[in-house]
């Protein structure tokens, strides 16, 4: 008989479990030390930097499986145990797409040791935006430096405007051998094909021996419709984008509602 008992729990960040002020629920931790403690397992999975999911769960790096820069990484005890990385001649094609033809837009080279940007970049919104995500930010003269010296999983593009409508439609028409995910209203991440956090969750449930019908995933925006497709039980936030609440089988209640946090508690009355 099919075994449905939720065994992994994969949790989006940004628009799923932070509220709007970029918070973690207080209770969060608590229960996610009962849900531990019951054998389950719990997965960050977010397009954020490893290194600054360990400013809200340092003290969790050992227990937790982080899925990192939208899939490209994942870590566990510390130690990377999945990596995927975008050939240099394309990262030297995309970069160069910026210089002429998005002048609104700025990318940001995403490797296992740091971020990258150009030393040149002094756009306050951008600078504030690209320090949020990523606690390893090097400044660099030239992107070839960042090739040289890190393996780049991922290119986080921030647009000043708007990302659905500005530098996602460009990179899609030009770049359509690479994953173009759109992960927020200003931000799009660029990925090898086939690379996103289903391909990391997928990789997650053959090494630790979970089916997709034993996964739990929260989500809320397009970077997340590969992870819920590799959860039975798919939540989508009250506030998701539309064409990922197409997709899931249910949806939790608003990030700012500690949404996820309601939904676990069903599943797992204290």
């Known amino acids: 008989m099919e075994d449905k008992t939720i065994k992994m729990i994969a949790v989006d960040m940004d628009g ?42 340092g003290d969790f790096r050992d227990r937790f499986y982080f899925i990192s820069d939208n899939g490209s990484l994942v870590y566990h005890q510390d130690k990377i145990v999945y990596s995927r990385t975008i050939p240099s001649a394309d990262i030297f094609k995309i970069t160069a797409a910026f210089e002429h033809n998005l002048p609104d837009s700025f990318p940001i080279l995403c490797g296992a ?7 040149e970049e002094n756009n306050p919104e951008f600078l504030l935006n690209a320090r949020m995500y990523h606690q390893r930010l090097e400044t660099i003269a030239d ?24 530098v996602y439609p460009f990179m899609l028409k030009h770049f359509p051998h690479l994953n173009i995910a759109l992960s927020g209203q200003h931000w799009i991440d660029i990925m090898q094909k086939g690379v996103s956090k ?42 998701a984008h539309p064409e990922l609440k197409k997709i899931s089988r249910f949806t939790a209640p608003s990030n700012n509602d500690n949404g996820v946090i309601k939904i676990l508690k069903e599943y797992w009355p204290q």
């Open 143 to 166: 992107f070839a430096e960042a090739v040289a010296q890190d393996s780049i999983g991922k290119i986080a593009v921030y647009d000043l405007k708007d990302a659905e409508t500005g």
């Open 16 to 57: 799923t479990l932070l509220n709007d002020r970029k918070q973690l629920p207080a209770d969060f931790l608590p229960l996610a030390e009962k849900l531990l403690a019951r054998g389950i397992i719990l997965v960050i999975a977010s397009g954020r930097q490893y290194y600054n999911l360990l400013t809200y769960f």
């Open 198 to 239: 289903g391909s990391a969750i997928e990789f997650l449930q053959q090494k630790l021996g979970i089916a997709p019908n034993q996964t739990m995933a929260f989500g809320d925006y397009l970077n997340d419709c590969e992870l819920l497709r590799h959860a039975h039980y798919s939540y989508a936030m009250a506030g």
């Open 113 to 119: 040791g740091s971020a990258y940007i150009l030393s």
